[in-house]
């Protein structure tokens, strides 16, 4: 399957963007999805993450409350909505599909390209 994460630009702090995935030759209905970032220098860090069903949702605590996670089965897509965009949310977005709920074990091998987003402070 390949994941194509878009939505990416640049924003001044306390701006929004809302991101999406969208999945090509298989559906994602049946996965746990979860978008991860990833700075310059530093390992890719799952921040939040959805359910198959979209029931469930969790978050990393320092994007709990400004990011909301969500997902459309029948478009085949996850979002991810940010608000109150800080300097540190800077990264490269990508979203995969998890092994299992509560991890962040990447369950595909491919990561696609990501999509940038660069906070102007």
């Known amino acids: 399957v390949q994941l194509q994460a878009s939505g990416g630009g640049l924003v001044q702090a306390g701006g929004s963007l809302r991101l999406s995935c969208a999945a090509s030759?298989?559906?994602?209905?049946?996965?746990?999805m979860g978008w991860f970032r990833q700075a310059p220098g530093k390992e890719r860090d799952l921040v939040a993450a959805?359910?198959?069903?979209?029931?469930?949702?969790s978050y990393v605590d320092s994007v709990k409350g400004r990011f909301t996670i969500s997902r459309d089965n029948a478009k085949k897509t996850v979002y991810l909505q940010m608000n109150s965009l800080k300097p540190e949310d800077m990264a490269v977005y990508y979203c995969?599909?998890?092994?299992?709920?509560?991890?962040?074990?990447?369950?595909?091998?491919?990561w696609g390209q990501g999509t940038l987003v660069t906070v102007s402070s």
């Open positions: 995969q599909a998890l092994r299992y709920w509560g991890t962040s074990e990447p369950l595909f091998g491919s």
């Open positions: 959805i359910s198959w069903s979209g029931a469930t949702t």
């Open positions: 030759g298989r559906t994602l209905s049946t996965y746990h």
